[in-house]
């Protein structure tokens, strides 16, 4: 089963259109959105969540249709972090705890209480005075204190140093070693994703560019070096975008349809975003 | 919805508190006008949760509560009947303080125009909650008070109308009919609120 479907959905705005967009993230994965500023990632979240409506298209999160009566109760089985945690500043750790507990059904306030000492986070402090960090954490800790299924992270990381970074990253990895389990993360720090995702998705202004498997993805980009000489040996199909140099030009390539003879580097998925927008912009 | 009463009670708790303290006071003044303000104060304080939750940007973390749209409405409803109802039992007090202390008759008058007060107070709510939920508290707040002062203007048209005709005043019906009114106009305003919230 897959944990979410989006199936050709499309919202449109005055300034901005997020257009038939179509993944799917199987059930036990972690699927990464990324995609720059204002690529849509966020729209498409809220999407998910049924938070504005969409124009057309088929959303399906845990098997049942975002806009039908039950998906309330789906909510129930969805750990969310957003880009910030929006808490009402007078508002702590203890309150919200509270507050969350006659809300979920399927609160754990044990749980809640040990992740609030695992990230060190008073239950007392006014949520004003925490830190970016800790309010991350905090909202980390609600969205996996109701027993979830499915995580959806909307920039969970972005803003966050790199130990506490990494610290929460091991958590969302964690929650998929049970198979039913799933993430969708969106991102646009994509050596984040690169650690942990299976899959990823590519938003570029509105339109999704790939959602294709990780290792698939590394396996079949690479990138090439050459000079304008040797160009021409190259063959033209393997070529998807490049890149020129002062002093070479770079090729983003497949590597299947090069022979061994060439020199091919593995293709990061900030490499393949940056070719794939660059050949959009051409 | 207890959830989020929760969290607007503890958003709120500084003020409300101090309101709530003053609120005692001011009905131990033995004042009709105090204590037509203390309830209608009392009805707007769903606004200023509105107000608090607009500044967190609370909306975007509620839709991703498993809450219904009736319920997360339903919540700042609930508040703002029970912030009355805590009001009219304050009111009630010092009203009751008066007569033991004062030796002040309790006159059907005075309850009546206390309820009066609290339906008016429950009926401005009602046209005001959906105007908010759909052009935000700050712009909402202006239209409020350009409510209110018509509202005033006619509740003073009416009640000099109705001391004249005080003698012939039928007291209970004219209590229902208020009551009547005020629930229709709270379940219609509750519906429109609905429609009303977070239609991008």
Not at chain 1, 109 to 129: A, G, H, P
Not at chain 1, 183 to 205: G, N, P, R, W
Request: hydrophobic share 45%; with cysteine; net charge negative.
């Amino acid at each position: 089963m897959n944990a979410i479907e989006m199936k050709h959905v499309t919202k449109s705005y005055p300034a901005f259109t997020l257009s038939d967009v179509s993944l799917s993230l199987p059930s036990g994965c972690i699927l990464g959105l990324v995609g720059e500023n204002g690529a849509g990632k966020s729209t498409a979240i809220r999407l998910l969540l049924n938070g504005i409506a969409r124009d057309s298209g088929e959303i399906t999160i845990l098997g049942r249709d975002n806009r039908s009566k039950e998906f309330v109760q789906t909510k129930e089985e969805i750990g969310i972090v957003l880009d910030e945690a929006y808490y009402p500043e007078v508002l702590s750790a203890g309150t919200v705890g509270k507050m969350m507990q006659h809300t979920y059904k399927s609160w754990q306030q044990d749980t809640f209480v040990k992740f609030l000492d695992r990230f060190s986070l008073s239950d007392k402090k006014q949520f004003k005075e925490y830190s970016r960090g800790m309010k991350m954490k905090l909202s980390i800790a609600v969205a996996l204190s109701h027993q979830p299924r499915l995580l959806i992270l909307d920039e969970a990381t972005s803003g966050l140093d790199p130990i506490v970074r990494d610290e929460i990253l091991e958590i969302f990895n964690d929650f998929t070693r049970q198979e039913d389990h799933s993430v969708l993360i969106s991102s646009h720090i994509t050596s984040d994703l690169e650690k942990i995702s299976d899959y990823i998705a590519f938003l570029h202004q509105g339109r999704l560019l790939f959602c294709e498997e990780k290792d698939r993805l590394m396996e079949e980009y690479g990138i090439l070096q050459t000079t304008v000489k040797s160009l021409s040996e190259v063959p033209p199909d393997a070529i998807i975008a490049r890149r020129e140099g002062k002093y070479a030009t770079e090729l983003l390539v497949k590597r299947a349809l090069l022979s061994e003879a060439f020199d091919v580097e593995r293709a990061g998925i900030e490499d393949i975003m940056l070719f794939l927008v660059k050949k959009e912009e051409v | 919805m207890k959830g989020l009463l929760i969290k607007d009670i503890c958003s709120m708790m500084k003020q409300t508190k101090y309101f709530f303290v003053l609120a005692v006071v001011m009905a131990f003044m033995q004042n009709d006008f105090l204590f037509s303000y203390i309830i209608v104060y009392a009805a707007s304080l769903p606004i200023t949760a509105l107000a608090y939750d607009e500044r967190a940007k609370w909306g975007r973390m509620e839709e991703t509560l498993p809450l219904t749209r009736a319920q997360i409405i339903g919540s700042k409803y609930m508040m703002g009947y029970i912030t009355v109802a805590v009001s009219l039992a304050i009111v009630f007090c010092g009203r009751l303080y008066g007569a033991m202390a004062y030796a002040r008759p309790i006159r059907m008058e005075n309850m009546f125009s206390i309820v009066i007060t609290a339906c008016i107070a429950l009926a401005v709510q009602a046209v005001n909650l959906p105007l908010m939920f759909w052009i935000g508290v700050e712009r909402g707040r202006l239209l409020l008070i350009l409510i209110i002062v018509s509202a005033a203007f006619a509740i003073v048209s009416l009640w000099e109308d109705l001391e004249i005709h005080q003698a012939s005043l039928h007291f209970p019906l004219v209590l229902a009919a208020a009551a009547g009114i005020t629930a229709v106009l709270n379940i219609l305003s509750f519906q429109i609120s609905k429609r009303m919230y977070h239609c991008e």
